[in-house]
């Protein structure tokens, strides 16, 4: 990453790689700490992902039946409690983040001259909204190692170019987004 008057170049920045796999497919991980590449690593990070979505929670009978997957990538013990604590500081702040911006605009929201259902709709997609910085920053800064999985299909996607280079290598198989 370039730097000009102490400030970051975005486009130096670089973007997380993803990879599809089926989900009965396994994969293959490198011998490598997903987060500084150190070989034999000799840890894993276990990291699950289901096929519910957020919408799936008002429709259920449409999500029943998909399934989970777990993904057990090699890191090292120094990249393990940072990794983990990043994640559980993610999950945590989305939704810390949701109930502080309703607890603001709730209230707030008792001004308006609305009808109450235009009222609830405005600020669920306030809240949404909200969310528009967090989204821009996982975007500009991801997460080491990430797992999703959408329409049978997982997505794993590294933070670390050259691990993910790795990975491909040894699941030629694997679609790319590029």
Not at 123 to 143: D, E, W
């Amino acid at each position: 990453m370039t730097a000009r008057c102490g400030v970051a170049s975005i486009a130096a920045l670089e973007l997380a790689k993803s990879f599809y796999l089926p989900v009965a497919s396994p994969p293959e991980f490198p011998d490598h700490c997903v987060a500084c590449m150190v070989p034999r690593p000799g840890d894993l990070l276990i990291v699950k992902a289901s096929g519910w979505s957020w919408w799936d929670r008002f429709t259920p009978w449409i999500a029943f039946g998909r399934g989970k997957v777990t993904a057990e990538v090699p890191i090292c013990a120094a990249c393990r409690r940072p990794v983990q604590r990043m994640r559980a500081i993610q999950q945590v702040g989305v939704w810390g983040y949701l109930v502080l911006a309703l607890v603001i605009l709730i209230p707030l929201s008792q001004s308006w001259d609305l009808p109450t259902g235009w009222r609830r709709s405005v600020v669920g997609g306030l809240a949404l909204l909200s969310l528009l910085p967090y989204g821009v920053l996982l975007v500009l800064f991801p997460p080491a190692f990430d797992l999703s999985m959408t329409k049978g299909r997982a997505e794993y996607e590294f933070k670390n170019a050259d691990y993910a280079t790795l990975f491909a290598a040894a699941n030629p198989h694997a679609e790319s987004e590029d």
